[in-house]
């Protein structure tokens, strides 16, 4: 592998000095530089995440599979099985890594992230959200006649007959799962009777075939305190179980009862009847939920690592008590709690303006940025994040190592 370039930091390195970063200028290699450096899965150059054009999406490879093997982990021990959701990283490689974990299959959320999950190797995959159009049920159905391993969920009647009518019409028996509503008003039908009424439904139309029930609590996933977090989950769920118990006890299959994310993984277990948790941000991390606290950890959530981060390029060093950056809100979001600028303090960021990313020095910053200086940010919220980016720069020891494309990026419909 060849060296390009040797930055001041990297010049450092080499001859033995301790690792500090140096403030330097550096080449900043483009995306389609990148990518002519990266050819049959290896890297033929050794490239620095600080040389980086920015503002430039990285995962350190360390931390992401630490992540994804404490979950394989702790499944294996709370005897249930994973089944991660896609729309985290819209990745099919990481999907892949999912599955060699044992992962059950991977959820998506639209129709267009799953064909690209399937074009891509994925053969087990659950849409969680329903599709209502004529286009997008087509759309589905089409799938499924390609992927037999592809799960609808429908939560109304009425949606129901238009995905059997539309499998009939192909030719085929669509699997689907009944969306249930934990209580947050958002998708799913109510619990109890109602959601037991569409699953028989579902089981009796001559296109579908019932398959279980999803039931994913977003409202508990970021509630602040795991004893909290832990008993509005069991109590909101216990509905979800006494609905699921309706469905075992009239005779409906019930292979399927998924449910749970990120902040609830080590809680999920005791949902009784649950089989699967829809994990998604665990793999990434971000600022949002290293602020809700862990069972051991109560003031950071450090069950798993941040392994994404945002590298940006200071633009301007001449205002009093801050620096502007070149990530702004269109490479961060404006989403909330704002990124965190890693290995530093007395410092915070904004990222509010579309192309500037704002650093406010408080007491003591661990130091002032020189225009040209790099910094590294872990990322406010990274599904939105991942979805502003058409690739990943894979990160070993600071080096790129991988570049991984975010094949689903965009992948709205
Ligand atoms: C239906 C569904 N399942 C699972 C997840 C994954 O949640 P998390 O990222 O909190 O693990 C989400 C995230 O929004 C979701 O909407």
Same mark, same amino acid.
């Given at each position: ?13 080499? /001859?033995?000095?301790?690792? *500090? ?18 050819? #049959? ?58 599955? !060699? ?14 064909? *690209? ?24 159905? #089409? ?15 009425? $949606?129901?007959?238009?995905? /059997?009518?539309?499998?009939? /019409? ?49 409202? /508990? ?13 069991? !109590? ?16 409906? $299959? ?24 829809? *994990? ?35 633009? $301007?060093?001449?205002? !009093? ?22 290995? !530093? ?33 872990? *990322? ?34």
């Amino acid at each position: 592998m060849k060296t390009l370039s040797l930055s001041r930091r990297r010049f450092l390195q080499a /001859s033995g000095a301790a690792a *500090v970063w140096v403030p330097t200028a550096v080449v900043g290699y483009t995306a389609q530089e990148m990518r002519g450096f990266y050819s #049959n899965g290896q890297m033929t150059v050794n490239v620095s995440k600080w040389e980086l054009d920015t503002p430039a999406l990285c995962v350190d490879l360390d931390l992401l599979e630490a992540n994804l093997d404490k979950m394989a982990q702790t499944m294996a021990q709370n005897g249930i099985a994973s089944r991660p959701h896609g729309k985290t990283h819209k990745c099919p490689t990481i999907a892949r890594m999912q599955m !060699e974990r044992g992962s059950v299959g991977i959820c998506t959320a639209k129709v267009s992230e799953a064909e *690209v999950m399937f074009d891509n190797g994925i053969d087990r995959i659950l849409n969680t959200t329903g599709n209502v159009t004529a286009t997008k049920i087509n759309r589905a159905m #089409n799938l499924r006649q390609r992927c037999p391993g592809f799960i609808q969920a429908t939560d109304a009647a009425a $949606n129901a007959r238009l995905l /059997s009518a539309a499998a009939v /019409s192909k030719g085929i028996v669509a699997d689907v799962v009944v969306d249930v509503d934990p209580g947050i008003q958002r998708t799913g039908t109510a619990f109890g009777q109602p959601a037991l009424e569409l699953a028989q439904l579902v089981d009796q139309l001559p296109g579908l075939n019932f398959i279980g029930m999803l039931c994913y609590d977003a409202g /508990s996933q970021h509630v602040a305190g795991f004893d909290l977090r832990k008993a509005q989950t069991l !109590e909101r769920m216990s509905a979800a179980t006494d609905t699921f118990d309706l469905m075992q006890r009239a005779g409906l $299959n019930t292979e399927i009862f998924s449910g749970g994310g990120t902040g609830t993984y080590n809680i999920d277990h005791w949902v009784r009847g649950l089989t699967d948790v829809q *994990v998604g941000s665990y793999i990434f991390m971000d600022a949002q939920y290293l602020a809700i606290g862990g069972a051991t950890d109560t003031v950071s959530y450090s069950d798993f690592h941040a392994s994404l981060t945002i590298m940006t390029t200071v633009l $301007n060093d001449q205002h !009093e008590g801050r620096a502007t950056s070149d990530a702004g809100a269109k490479a961060c979001t404006i989403n909330q709690p704002w990124p965190i600028i890693k290995g !530093e303090s007395g410092m915070s960021y904004r990222s509010t303006s579309d192309e500037f990313g704002t650093i406010l020095y408080e007491d003591s910053p661990s130091r002032q940025y020189k225009v040209g200086d790099k910094l590294e940010l872990i *990322v406010s919220h990274c599904d939105p994040v991942v979805n502003l980016y058409d690739q990943l720069y894979v990160i070993k020891d600071d080096t790129v190592v991988a570049i991984w494309p975010i094949s689903a990026r965009g992948m709205s419909a």
